[in-house]
Every structure is written in C-alpha cells, then in structure tokens.
C-alpha cells in the first residue's frame, strides 16, 4: 500500500559561516545577509554551527544576536553548541540576552562530551582545572535549571546602589522549552 505523504510543515537552512582568515567581517557579514535572506525567502528557521579554532563561527550566540536584529520572525538557532567549551552559567545568560533581543526566537542545541582535541585545547581552557572538569549530563542539567529560571545563589537583594538578583538575569519565558 502506497504512503500517505504529508505537506512540508517547516523549512530551515544550517550554515556554518566560513570566512577568509584575513577578511572575518565579510564572512560574518554574508552569514548575516544569508539569515535575512532566508526569511525574505520564506524559510522557517535559520541554523548555524559551532567552528573552534576554525574559519567558521565560533560564538553563534553573538552572530545570532547580531541576526535577531537583522530580522523579525525567521527561528534562529544553533546546531550544537558543545557544552565542554562553555560555563553553563555564563552561556545561561548569553542564550537568556539573545532570546529576549530576539522576541523569543531562540532554538538552543547542546552537545556532552570533552571538547574535540582535548588534550590539545585543555591547558588554553581550564589550565588548573582540565582534570575536575565534569563534561557529562550534569553540565546540561545545570544550564537547564539556570535557563528555567533555578536559583544561581542564595543571596539576593539590594547592596548600595546595586539590585541582585539569585537568578539568571534576563529571564526569557519559554527559552528552556526550546532547548534540545
């Protein structure tokens, strides 16, 4: 018996942004007018890839902040990042800053695992702490809770002039559903 075929629902594009060594702006720059042109085309989603220690992106949360300004409605979002070379906090609050920039566009991809060549990156990324680095489900759970809004800390309130809060500032309702 033949299938039944469904109608196309949603259509995304991946890119990884290459760029000459000597010219990154114009590679970034064509990343960017690629995104928008995905949009202008039509296309439901606009992805981008992790490149360290490449000719590609290497922080897609600040290319996807500099896209979420150069369009309105097209999805943006990561494929993967690789948690081994981020603090689960501080990308909590990078990926919080380009969702609400975004209007709550942000599709989130992460990966485990030590970073790709590790013994050759780890001195460069955590020179007195490679060993006790834990890059398992832990580390996901912990970016999880900080982007669901779990406390960071057990202090909060007012210091001087200075407001803090035990949470990740900005919240942004809805990123942590997103997330994969």
Do not use: C
């Amino acid at each position: 018996m033949p299938r039944k075929s469904e109608p196309l629902r949603k259509l995304g594009f991946l890119t990884i942004g290459l760029f000459d060594e000597h010219d990154p702006g114009a590679g970034h720059r064509s990343t960017l007018d690629i995104i928008a042109l995905g949009e202008d085309l039509g296309f439901d989603s606009a992805w981008v890839r992790h490149r360290h220690l490449q000719f590609g992106i290497s922080s897609p949360v600040a290319v996807l902040a500099a896209a979420s300004q150069r369009t309105s409605r097209i999805a943006l979002g990561t494929a993967v990042i690789p948690l081994g070379w981020e603090n689960p906090l501080r990308l909590a609050e990078d990926l919080a800053t380009v969702d609400v920039l975004s209007g709550g566009r942000l599709n989130p991809g992460v990966s485990v695992g030590p970073p790709m060549h590790w013994d050759e990156v780890k001195g460069a990324l955590y020179p007195e702490t490679a060993d006790a680095e834990n890059f398992g489900y832990d580390r996901v759970q912990r970016l999880l809770g900080f982007v669901a809004g779990e406390k960071v800390t057990g202090f909060s309130g007012v210091e001087g002039i200075e407001v803090w809060s035990d949470r990740v500032q900005p919240h942004a309702a809805g990123l942590r559903d997103r997330m994969w």
